[in-house]
């Protein structure tokens, strides 16, 4: 059978369209499917079921219109009785659908124009689809890209089989990208909207100088060595950690390569942006001392519960150990995850000194002793008289000068003053009005009912409303800048679990939730049986 000119033309255009959006070629002849039958709506009506269908082979179009089987027809555009879909289909039952065979038709004007809008449309969502399928599972990959256009400062990329875009803020500062250029940088995200998928680009990432040195770096990529954080100040300075899975492997060596050409082919890529390669370490102190680099560090005292550390450097490290405008110890925070606070040696000592002293007239207008006695005491390590009260009377009998006697009469002392001391916060919470349920709560202090009556809560049902932040305090970012929200309980040092667990307790306290039902391992009731049955065992004897 001869395949006349127009129908080869028509699967020639499908075959172009589809090569040309780089989209499946069934694709397209659907578009144009759908597309006939709307031209062929508008001929035969609107309500009729028209369906095309065209030949991927040979490119003939079919039409045909669908009517229902039913007993009496009401409309005959849609509808056809059962005797008539028996004469066509012997096997036609009510409700079933027959086809009509109907003519071809030719496209006037209007309806090849209204044909071409439909086919433009599902090309393009098709389009649009593909390149969301292509993109969304190469998050976190490098591409090569041209630039197409600079629009106010974002940068539109040429991805070959997409587009692309570099928003201004993901742009490393002060680089200038103009038509043509050849550009690099990580997708980081990949999103559907209203002018379809749009994929983001970046050169400021953390993420984006990782791959890079993956790129430069051989054993980065075979997975010898593993990039294990990166902290940018994008165009200016970078840090890098490193860590070796092959103890025969130098990390940092590996990264900066002969005579410094991997970490210099990085360099030039991110417009001269200074980066620092730190050796990774699990231990967080000697993390902390490598990434404070160049400067030297003295000392470190960590704070795990706040994720805080104190570094101690020489007066003269001070200046490098920030960096300009804080730009190191920044750095460092960022790559180790720890607040840092950096102080010189004689702030330190300076510190130390007045802490001392503190503790020494703590001690001496709590215990009524001398001034040596309270000397020794803070020399111990003895931060407050709770500890001296509730210690080892040993601890206390060991520091030299000492004896049995001596502690037992320090702690004697210890236990009047917080005695005397707790009397005076109770007056205190009852002339703030503060109930005596309250100090039912587990885990409530005369001390905390003081500090929530003057935050005016009163009763178990105040406590039992509050959020753990309304105890302890919140922190909020605005603009770049931290704030800190003290909460009612913020100066007594109380923890976010336990204010979490006084808060549970003070809901169970009011009823509005229940006790939590406690859990018997299978281990404790197997032993709690057979004391049982020893018990019952000895009262048989007994008797």
Known sequence: MAVSANRLELLQIADAVAREKSIDRQIVIAAMEDAIQKAARSRYGSETDVRAEINPRTGEIRLQRLLQVVEAVENSSTEVDLAEARHRNPAARLGDFISEPLPPIDFGRIAAQSAKQVIVQKVREAERDRQFDEYKDRIGEVVNGVVKRVEYGNVIVDLGRGEAIVRRDELIPRETFRYGD????????????????????????????????????????????????VARDPGSRAKIAVISKDSSIDPVGACVGMRGSRVQAVVQEL??????????NPDAATFIVNALQPAEVS????????????????????????????????????????????????AESERRQKEFNERTELFMNALNVDEVVGQLLATEGFASVEELAYVDRDEIASIEGFDDETAEEIQARAIEFLDAKDRELDEERVKLGVEDALKEIPGVTTAMLVALGKDGVKTVEDLAGCATDDLVGWTERKAGETTRHKGALSDLDVSRTDAEAIVMAARVAAGWIEAPVEVVAEDEVAEDGDAGEETGAEASEEA
């Open 299 to 346: 000392k470190v005292v960590l704070d795990e519960d706040a994720e805080r550390i104190e570094v101690v450097v020489p007066d003269e490290q001070l200046s490098l150990a920030i960096g300009r405008r804080g730009q190191n110890v920044r750095l460092a925070s960022q790559l180790t995850g720890w607040a840092i606070d950096i102080m010189t040696e004689a």
């Open 182 to 229: 050849r550009i690099r940088a990580l997708i980081y995200d990949v999103r559907r909207e209203q002018r379809g998928p749009q994929v983001f680009l970046s050169r400021t990432h953390p993420t984006f100088m990782a791959k890079l040195f993956a790129q430069e770096v051989p054993e980065i990529y075979d997975g010898v060595i593993e990039v294990k954080a």
């Open 271 to 280: 417009q001269g942006e200074k980066i620092d390669i730190i050796p990774w």
